[in-house]
């Protein structure tokens, strides 16, 4: 569902992703791991064609992104890394302003939008403009907006960020849902216990190379000894020895 | 100390800034700032002839030429009062780095100084650009020295800081009063209200009474008004004083008002300080409680209403944005009453033939274009822009940018064609313009109107500004100058082409034989229709690669 082949992007003299090559199937939650400035969410901005890619392809739901930017735009959906929506529209208005760009049909907007607000405990806000939502309520409002339309494909940069344990929770087992129906995850987190519990494979990044690629068992193969959870494997693979001497001087 | 590690942050901040400009960047700058050069020496050029003129004038030309450089002085003050009203709001309660400047170890006092001193310098700069070559128009004119811009250079500071503080102090006393975000609000249909009243004063005040001495019945009125002081207990005036002293060699008088300046604006900000201990930091805390739950309406209408498709939802979305937000609805108070002493103005001239009501008519096309003009600068241009950091919705979603720019100036050309129609048409009534010229000065406003919307969606996709704190940054940009430019040029290239059908048909109006050139007429018009079509697909074809080239 997600086909990448040499991504690459530079700004100036630095290269922010270099030569990425990845796939994506249908039904896979992928976790994207790695530092801050690694170059995740310049992956992310260039796969939902938010920033042109230097060099390099990337197809999603079948669709170039250079090439077919509106078709394969259509099929997928955004969560960035910071909610920021329209405040001056409620919050009710902002999915059916999503529902009408992404084609969904006036009735069936009707019908989920509702839903969505309820599922999500956002209801009695729904009529309230989004200036006067928090973080959470906005990554909430957002994450309605991308299951409105039912994308192919789900860009997640940091999903969980400003969630509160019980959305958090709801949020984890609508990504499995949506996974079982068919739908491809690509998601951005720094959380590696959600990336442990609900990937089926993770990526690790380091200054815009991707380091290690695979199942939880190949990575622990890759980790040198590192350990057995994620967080030591993510640690041995990005240097984490460096933490021992910095915890020693502080 | 803290003052100076704030100002040095600053003056870092702008170094990095310059060393990190590509050499694009560095020509680009370069090239537009020697563009602001030439229109400052057509302002410069433009005031020395009204003030040679005036100067030229027997026995009373000097008390005319003081007595307009008063009003330019009370103008300057005004527009920086209401101006730095608006900026210290943003500067003082909203800026991005107040949260990481009120959490570090600073006390109020220096942050309030650091961000006072911030909102005085962009509340007054531009204004103050503008007025130097006024100041220097003035020394040609007079035929003065150096010495005298010396003077007036040493007079500005302090004049400007007091007009700065004016307005710093009522913002503090209204958030210090209604603390809470919703004050915002109040304060734009406010700056708004007192702008229109402002503007409207000045204007119904008949200023070019200056000029026309008949207009006041008898000429001991007239010296009488020349010789007045022009708000003796503003400080404008004391400048005005100052400066007209140091042109006439009393350098004991000009000492007098400088000192009273200096000593004036000191003891205003000193002023202002107190009053920002006791006020600043209560409305800086209310101005940051999240914004009052506002119900806009129940979950019902959404049953009521009706599909749009992609590009109806862009247009919808606009038209509500744009009705909850104060600061967007609010200036169109300003609208109204701009429009309407543009209309007073016109039907004071004092015109008395037809002939030169027709001319007056044609060239209506210049004037109200400008009005056009400067209402995109505040409605059209900044239109990419405002869609800040949300603009990832629409980047995103699967609706091309030219698609999202055709919806944004379908939006602000409605307004827009209404304006030129009120405009045109009204004046066209009032002077009673014959058929070929109301027809003709008509035709190219609602022409110029739409070209001139194009131009402000393209030249706002070319220079959009995501990550802005407030509407004034989009409009006193660099893309915000082009604009005015390059609308100012199409405006006036529209005005030296129609000019040929023009001078044919007055030709005619006179009786001369063969006065129509059937074949000039007619390449005037294609000239023209190719300049609108140049001017509406240039920007926005470079708009729209730009934009979807952005990488904000």
Avoid at chain 2, 37 to 57: E, I, N, P, S
Avoid at chain 2, 422 to 434: E, I, P, V
Wanted: aromatic share 10%.
């Amino acid at each position: 569902m997600i086909e990448i082949s040499g991504l690459t992007k530079r700004f100036g003299e630095r290269a922010a992703v270099s030569g990425l090559d990845l796939t994506v199937a249908s039904g896979e939650i992928f976790g994207f791991l790695g530092p801050n400035g690694a170059g995740k969410t310049t992956t992310v901005r260039m796969l939902t064609g938010l920033i042109r890619p230097t060099s390099g392809r990337a197809r999603v739901a079948g669709f170039d992104v250079a090439e077919n930017p509106i078709a394969a735009k259509r099929a997928m959906g955004l969560v960035p890394d910071e909610p920021f929506v329209y405040p001056k529209l409620t919050g009710l208005e902002y999915l059916r302003f999503i529902g009408e760009l992404y084609g969904v049909r006036l009735d069936e907007i009707r019908r989920r939008a509702p839903e969505l607000l309820e599922m999500f405990e956002l209801a009695p806000w729904g009529g309230e403009l989004l200036e006067s939502y928090s973080h959470g309520m906005r990554q909430k409002l957002v994450l309605a907006g991308v299951l409105l339309h039912e994308p192919k494909v789900l860009m997640l940069d940091e999903p969980m960020v400003g969630l509160d344990p019980k959305s958090g929770r709801l949020v984890k087992d609508i990504f499995r849902e949506l996974a079982k129906r068919g739908t491809a995850i690509f998601m951005c987190t720094h959380v590696l216990e959600i990336a442990e519990k609900l990937c089926d494979r993770v990526g690790i990044m380091i200054d815009g190379r991707m380091i290690a690629c695979g199942t939880l068992a190949q990575l622990r193969e890759q980790g040198r000894g590192g350990g057995q959870d994620l967080e030591s494997i993510f640690l041995s693979l990005t240097g984490g020895a460096e933490y021992a001497s910095l915890l020693r001087y502080l | 100390m803290s003052l100076g590690l704030l100002a040095a942050r600053r003056a870092r901040s702008l170094r990095n800034a310059v060393v990190a400009l590509t050499p694009y960047e560095r020509a680009r700058n370069a090239a537009f700032s020697a563009a602001g050069l030439a229109l400052l020496y057509g302002l410069y050029a433009g005031f020395r002839r009204a003030l040679v003129y005036l100067a030229g004038v027997e026995l009373i030309g000097r008390l005319m030429t003081w007595k307009l450089t008063a009003l330019m002085f009370l103008m300057t003050m005004s527009m920086v009062t209401v101006s730095s009203l608006l900026t210290a709001l943003t500067t003082l309660y909203y800026s991005f780095d107040l949260k990481f400047l009120m959490n570090a170890p600073l006390d109020a006092r220096t942050i309030f100084l650091d961000k006072s001193l911030e909102s005085a310098f962009f509340a007054s700069w531009m204004i103050a650009l503008v007025l130097t070559p006024y100041a220097l128009a003035l020394r040609a004119a007079l035929h003065l020295g150096w010495g005298f811009m010396a003077a007036y250079a040493a007079l500005l500071p302090p004049f400007l800081l007091l007009a700065a503080s004016l307005g710093i102090a009522f913002t503090l006393i209204l958030l210090y009063l209604f603390p809470s975000s919703r004050t915002r609000d109040a304060v734009w249909v406010l700056s708004s209200l007192s702008l229109t009243i402002a503007y409207g004063l000045v204007r119904f005040a008949q200023p070019e009474r200056l000029l026309r001495p008949d207009a006041l019945r008898v000429v001991a009125q007239y010296l009488e008004f020349l010789q007045a002081p022009t708000a003796p207990y503003l400080p404008s005036w004391w400048a005005a004083r100052g400066l007209r002293a140091a042109a006439e060699g009393r350098w004991l008088a000009w000492c007098a008002d400088a000192a009273l300046l200096w000593a004036c604006a000191a003891a205003v900000y000193a002023g202002l300080v107190a009053l920002a201990a006791k006020t600043y930091f209560i409305g800086y805390s209310g101005a940051q409680e999240g914004a009052l739950r506002r119900r806009v309406h129940s979950l019902a209408p959404l049953r009521e209403v009706r599909a749009l498709g992609r590009e109806g939802a862009v247009l919808w979305k606009e038209r509500v944005v744009f009705l909850r937000d104060v600061k967007h609805w609010s200036q169109m108070l300003l609208i109204c009453g701009l429009v309407f002493v543009y209309l007073f103005s016109i039907r004071r001239l004092p015109l008395d033939s037809p002939d030169l009501r027709s001319l007056v008519s044609f060239l209506n096309i210049g004037t109200a274009g400008f009005v056009i003009a400067a209402l995109g600068l505040r409605f059209t241009f900044p239109a990419v822009s405002l869609e800040g950091r949300s603009w990832w919705v629409l980047r995103s979603a699967p609706i091309g940018v030219e698609r999202v720019m055709r919806q944004k100036l379908l939006f602000s050309a409605a307004p827009m064609l209404l304006v030129a129609l009120t405009l045109g048409a009204s004046t066209n009534w009032m002077l009673d313009a014959d058929r070929f010229t109301a027809a003709l000065s008509l035709t190219a406003l609602l022409v110029v109107a739409a070209v001139v919307c194009a131009m402000g969606v393209g030249l706002g996709a070319l220079f959009p500004r995501f990550r802005i704190e407030n509407i004034h940054q989009v409009e006193s940009s660099l893309g915000g100058f082009v604009y005015m430019a390059a609308s100012l040029f199409y405006i006036g290239a529209t005005v030296a082409v129609l000019a040929v059908p023009m001078q044919m048909h007055f030709r005619e109006r006179f009786g001369k034989a063969g006065a129509w050139d059937a074949r000039l007429a007619a390449a005037a018009g294609a000239a023209w229709l190719a300049l609108s079509a140049a001017a509406i697909a240039v920007p926005w074809t470079l708009g729209r690669r730009a934009l979807e080239k952005n990488e904000e």
